[in-house]
């Protein structure tokens, strides 16, 4: 494929694996990043990439930049896919994307199609490898004459347990304000045949152990909206529908605190704006009585809640961890959440020689033709390697470059907006991942 050329927008940490699989395969490929010196950072030492500077909200720019290639493949925040989609229909050009497809990327079903083009969505990990096993194991069942009664998959992202030293148990790899907005997230999903849901702020009361293996000490609790999987996964039938995130124990009880709180807040507060100590800043969060530690930490109590003293000295640890209380100063934000993040992301990053660990499971109740039942389970765990790319940037980025070499190929040839829905799709990449190391592990509990 050396005559190939691909578009790559975005240089964020997943991005590597991706420029490095179509490099190997002789596939030219330019990377566009806003700032020229993150696309040079990343095109280091690999010979067929070169950098360029691009603003993708100027489509002029961009447009120019698609006509020189044969694909553009989308690893910018998903809120600028739909600008790149419609470059592209204009282009006659394909994309991938590893994102949801979101409704404003849907409605271009239409336009994709009458411009002849394919746009592979969902090809990372959560969404990605997760859709693979989950529409697999579906697949045989309903061939068999089988139904799915519950479906729950579960996913988290985590330090591998020996780099899980902080009081969260928890370190970021990328920017922290996106992790934590997703903590006030509504959650909706099917249990017993009736729809639930849990209002953003109790989402972190509603988590519990989840039991995967022995020696992990997850927690998991539900994401978003899981209801549309019941027609996504065509599974009617089942009864319970749950994705869900895990965490190490502990997390869940503290995010509670911060949020009851007000430091994931995003309303603007003055005081924030100027560099203050942060134990002044958080006596105006709690509208505390001063900001002596005692007083912050009555304020703390009177806005939350502990289940028992030994929690309680625990989250109060990890509060003078984080700082709260100290007279180290803010880097102001103008919220109490970006101002939180901009002091937790460098306490919380991978140290030299951590790793990180994914662990991905779905959870099948089968019932058989024949009206036996049937537990099965399909589990990825995967670390990083710290000479080499993180579990999340491997888990992401290589089935993101093997859904664009099988785009250019013509493996993967609909047209329209697409996710690996279809073993026709799904398929062909599961045996390409395969020969990377990457296979969700089948096992029958019960």
């Known amino acids: 494929m050396s005559d190939k050329k691909v578009l790559l927008l975005g240089a ?6 991706t420029v490095q699989i179509l490099s190997d395969a002789n596939i030219k490929v330019t990377v566009a990043c806003r700032t020229l010196e993150s696309a040079k950072k990343l095109c280091k030492d690999i010979k067929n990439a070169n950098p360029i500077s691009l603003d993708v909200t100027d489509s002029k720019a961009l ?7 044969d694909i553009v493949v989308s690893l910018i925040p998903y809120e600028f896919h739909a600008m790149v989609i419609k470059a592209a229909i204009r282009a006659k050009k394909n994309v991938v994307t590893t994102s949801y497809v979101s409704p404003a990327m849907l409605e271009l079903d239409k336009d994709a199609k009458e411009a002849g083009i394919t746009v592979m969505n969902e090809i990372g990990l959560d969404p990605g490898i997760d859709h693979l096993y989950a529409v697999k194991t579906i697949d045989e069942v309903h061939k068999a004459g089988g139904k799915i009664t519950s479906f729950i998959s579960m996913c988290g992202g985590l330090p591998a347990p020996e780099a899980s030293d902080n009081p969260l148990g928890y370190k970021f790899s990328w920017s922290p304000k996106g992790v934590l907005l997703a903590l006030r997230n509504s959650a909706k999903y099917y249990k017993g045949g009736k729809i639930e849901e849990i209002p953003g702020p109790e989402l972190m009361g509603t988590a519990k152990p989840y039991f995967i293996y022995p020696g992990f000490a ?3 609790y539900p994401n978003r909206d899981s209801t549309p999987f019941k027609e996504r996964y065509n599974i009617p039938e089942a009864q319970t529908i749950i994705r869900g995130t895990l965490r190490f124990q502990g997390f869940p009880e503290f995010v509670r605190v911060l949020v009851d709180i007000g430091l994931l807040s995003q309303e603007k507060q003055d005081f924030l704006e100027k560099p203050i100590s942060w134990k002044e800043a958080t006596q105006k969060i709690l509208n505390a009585a001063s900001d002596s530690e005692h007083e912050l930490a009555v304020a703390v109590a009177s806005k ?15 509060l003078r961890w984080i700082g709260l209380f100290s ?4 880097t102001p934000r103008g919220t109490p959440l970006d101002t939180l993040c901009a002091t937790l992301e460098p306490k919380m990053q991978y140290g030299p020689g951590e790793r990180d660990l994914v662990m991905l499971q779905h959870k099948f109740e089968i019932e058989h033709k024949d009206g036996s039942k049937e537990t099965r ?6 670390y990083g390697d710290p000479s080499g790319y993180s579990s999340m940037a491997k888990l992401v980025g290589v089935p993101c470059a093997i859904a664009v070499q099988q785009v250019l190929q013509g493996t993967i040839s609909e047209k329209g907006i697409l996710a690996p829905m279809t073993p026709k799709i799904n398929d062909p990449l599961m045996a390409e991942l395969k020969k990377y190391g990457i296979e969700m592990k089948e096992e029958t509990l019960a």
């Not at 007279?327 to 803010?330: H, P």
């Open 12 to 17: 964020g940490f997943v991005t590597l694996p």
């Open 63 to 69: 447009e120019t930049e698609l006509e020189k290639v």
């Open 218 to 220: 997850f927690v998991g």
């Open 304 to 318: 939350t809640r502990f289940a028992n003293n030994e929690e309680k000295a625990r989250i109060m640890t990890g």
């Open 327 to 330: 007279d180290e100063k803010i």
């Open 377 to 382: 389970t399909s589990t990825l765990c995967d």
